[in-house]
């Protein structure tokens, strides 16, 4: 088969065809050769196999019949399972019949043993017994009975006997329990009202029961808010301030108390499920003394009125004759209205607690959608809750108001000392910040912290911002001053009051260190308050809520960002007008100094510096008028500020000389005189202001021009050029004796 392509020998017409087909057949006949050996290799093995088959072959006709034997003998099993298991089932039926018939022994028995039990209870008036037999004969069922004991006629109108007697006695029971329960409630008897409240679930009256018992406990929550909302209008001392918060707290704390009292009888007598139905029953009347207490805490507190006389205040801010309520007056309000928000919140928690466990049916805190719609039941949409959302929306314009006019009175009795370096509008202002948010955040309302956080970056960014950059405007005026008449007038300033025209006339530089106070205040604010967020958090659970608090915190960082603007826009004035001006003219002197120097002219400059000495002098002067007048951010910020302009004007004047490889080297010297001195006078990187200029130095040191190749492109190694590759000719161009034509040779 692997010569059908050969050509026959019949069609061989040439000798060289015959050699082609003769090595084709050798071909073949090799492979055939090694398929041949591979065969014989393998008949050893399969004579091993065959004749270990030929053993196996009695064995297997043994094991044939075997499994034979094995499948009759499991198919007479499968009968027998079968028979046994319908005898089973007979049996089963048999034994389900039995116990049916020994039940409606028992209930019958049981029947006429509460026919007996009950009568006798009554005439005795033991009513829990009563109410015991009663309810054993509720679970009775009268059809199945009488069908019992439908083929005896005396048997079945014995039974029917017993269930028209019992019952007239469920009815006469039910009768003398409610009787018995409204004396009890008329006598004010806690003992009897509890014992009768504990029979209505035996008669199966479990909501009648309880909504007679929260009806009896609404009343004594009802007597007890009264009275001591009556103390709360006779009130007074310590906690008169906040006396209505207080009634709101024993009201919540008395209701609270209630419910964890009765629960253990509530959920043994009635059920567990039914802890919930007391709650929401005694929820209703709690929601009634709300609504008085904030009634009356409206009239007592004039609250409307104040409320008006803010909104009319706010309004007519600018109007000099505009009636402004007393801030201190409305301290203490703030704090009521922020108690009372806090006490809800934690009486909601309370209400939560129970809901998630009565609908859970079990202790743990695990939130399900019927605990939810339950809860929004119990606190979000009752009268409660909305009485509350009604004190935060008021408390919010008050507390703004409270806020902007604590503002407005800080800027005004600002005031400054000699030897200080900030005035006390800084600090004051973010003291009444600090208070006006934390009694926000102390409030537990999640809406009413978002909005007072908003209020205090608005008022940040507007008012407070307007008025540092009020005195920045006025303490730089458009041409410079002179430091020394600046520190002279701050010196006079001292003898009068702070509020005198010329001390209020307050300097630059206290001006900076206000808004770094400013910042430093703001940031510590924000790190405070995110402390505050968890705490606040952690009763109000929800990604909604993180997600409202955490931009609101973002927003109030962001101030701290436009103060940093803000200050350094200050250090701009300050150094364009004042310390600028005064190191200039040194810096320009460079210019008027010779460069091109001989070993003599170097030598001699060693010893009689013309230049950076000066200039070194002139920033130490400079930097001692200063610094003792800036915070050390400030300091720091202004002389990094400084460095760079230093840098820039003296780039300018190399720019305008001429220099000789030693006039190089002397530049390299009074660079790095220059760089260490500054470097010693702040915390800030220096060298880096410099690199510029110290490139140019290497620059106009250099031998010839073309060795600036050996600092360039490839070989520069770490060094990273500052300078485009037109400034690097424009630096070699400064040299006087490197030729022109050398220097446009080079390839940069």
């Avoid at 956080?453 to 407070?464: F, I």
Wanted: hydrophobic residues 40%.
């Amino acid at each position: 088969n692997m010569a059908t392509s050969e050509k026959p020998v019949w069609k061989v017409r040439s000798a060289q065809e015959a050699r082609s087909l003769l090595a084709q057949l050798q071909q073949q006949e090799d492979e055939l050769g090694r398929e041949l050996d591979v065969l014989l290799e393998q008949q050893t093995q399969m004579d091993i196999r065959m004749a270990a088959f030929q053993q196996m072959l009695p064995n297997l006709k043994t094991l044939h019949g075997d499994s034979q034997e094995l499948g009759r003998n499991i198919a007479r099993a499968s009968e027998l399972a079968e028979s046994v298991s319908s005898k089973v089932r007979v049996l089963d039926l048999a034994k389900g019949h039995v116990y049916a018939a020994m039940k409606r022994v028992d209930d019958v028995i049981d029947l006429k043993s509460c026919v007996d039990g009950v009568q006798h209870a009554l005439n005795m008036g033991d009513y829990e017994k009563a109410a015991a037999h009663i309810h054993r004969y509720l679970t009775l069922d009268e059809s199945i009975l009488l069908e019992t004991t439908a083929d005896q006629s005396k048997g079945s109108s014995t039974v029917s006997t017993s269930f028209a007697l019992l019952r007239e006695a469920e009815l006469q029971l039910k009768d003398i329990v409610r009787e018995k329960f409204a004396e009890a409630v008329k006598e004010g008897n806690t003992q009897a009202v509890e014992r009768f409240s504990k029979i209505f679930p035996l008669l199966n009256l479990h909501e009648e029961g309880l909504t007679c018992f929260s009806e009896y406990l609404n009343g004594l929550i009802k007597a007890t808010s009264q009275q001591n909302l009556q103390a709360a209008s006779q009130a007074d001392g310590g906690r008169a301030g906040v006396v209505y918060a207080d009634t709101l707290t024993l009201l919540f704390e008395g209701i609270a108390r209630t419910i964890e009292n009765h629960q253990p009888m509530v959920e043994t007598y009635y059920g567990p499920n039914w802890t919930l139905f007391l709650v929401k029953k005694l929820q209703l009347e709690c929601d009634r003394q709300v609504e008085k207490i904030v009634k009356q805490l409206h009239e007592e507190r004039l609250l409307d009125n104040k409320l008006q006389t803010v909104s009319i205040a706010m309004k007519s801010r600018s109007t000099a004759g505009a009636i402004r309520p007393d801030v201190l007056e409305l301290d203490t309000l703030l704090s009521e209205l922020s108690m009372c928000s806090a006490r809800t919140e934690l009486y909601f928690r309370f209400l939560q607690r129970k809901a998630v466990a009565s609908e859970s049916g079990s202790s743990h805190e695990t939130t399900t959608p019927e605990s939810e719609s339950v809860m929004t039941e119990l606190t979000k949409n009752s009268i409660t809750s909305l009485s509350i959302q009604e004190l935060i929306g008021k408390y919010i314009l008050i507390e703004n108001y409270f806020m902007r006019e604590s503002l407005t009175k800080a800027v005004s009795m600002d005031s400054y000392s000699a030897d200080g370096l900030t005035s006390s509008m800084a600090d004051d202002i973010f003291f009444v910040l600090q208070k006006c948010i934390r009694r926000a955040f102390g409030s537990s309302n999640v809406d009413g912290a978002c909005a007072m956080l908003n209020h205090a970056s608005t008022l940040l960014l507007t008012d407070y911002k307007d008025v540092l950059q009020s005195k920045l405007k006025t303490s730089l005026p458009s041409t410079g001053l002179d430091f020394s008449g600046m520190i002279q007038s701050k010196l006079q300033a001292t003898r009068s009051t702070g509020t005198d025209s010329d001390a209020g006339k307050t300097t630059s530089m206290i001006a900076m260190n206000d808004i770094e106070v400013s910042i430093e205040n703001v940031q510590k604010l924000t790190k405070e308050l995110q402390v505050e967020c968890s705490k606040l958090l952690g009763h109000a659970s929800g990604e909604t809520a993180k997600r409202k608090l955490d931009s609101c915190l973002a927003d109030l960082s962001n101030v701290g960002t436009t103060f940093k603007q803000l200050r350094q826009s200050g250090i701009a004035k300050v150094l364009e007008l004042i310390i600028v001006p005064r190191v200039k003219p040194t810096v320009e002197a460079f210019s008027a100094v010779i460069h091109v120097l001989s070993e003599d002219d170097l030598a001699n400059f060693e010893v009689n510096d013309p230049f950076v000495q000066q200039l070194i002098a002139t920033v130490e002067g400079l930097l001692t008028d200063i610094k003792g007048r800036f915070l050390q951010p400030v300091y720091d910020q202004v002389l990094n500020e400084l460095t760079g302009e230093i840098a820039i004007l003296l780039e300018q004047q190399v720019f305008i000389c001429k220099f000789n490889q030693l006039g190089g080297v002397q530049l390299d010297k009074d660079l790095r005189l220059l760089v260490g001195y500054l470097s010693s006078q702040t915390q800030w990187p220096v060298r880096d202001k410099f690199a510029r200029l110290l490139q140019m130095a290497t620059i106009l040191n250099l031998e010839a021009a073309v060795e600036i190749l050996d600092y360039w492109g490839a070989n520069a190694g770490p060094m990273m050029w500052r300078l485009t590759p037109t400034e690097v000719r424009k630096v070699l161009h400064l040299r006087n004796d490197f030729k022109e034509e050398d220097i446009e040779k080079i390839k940069l």
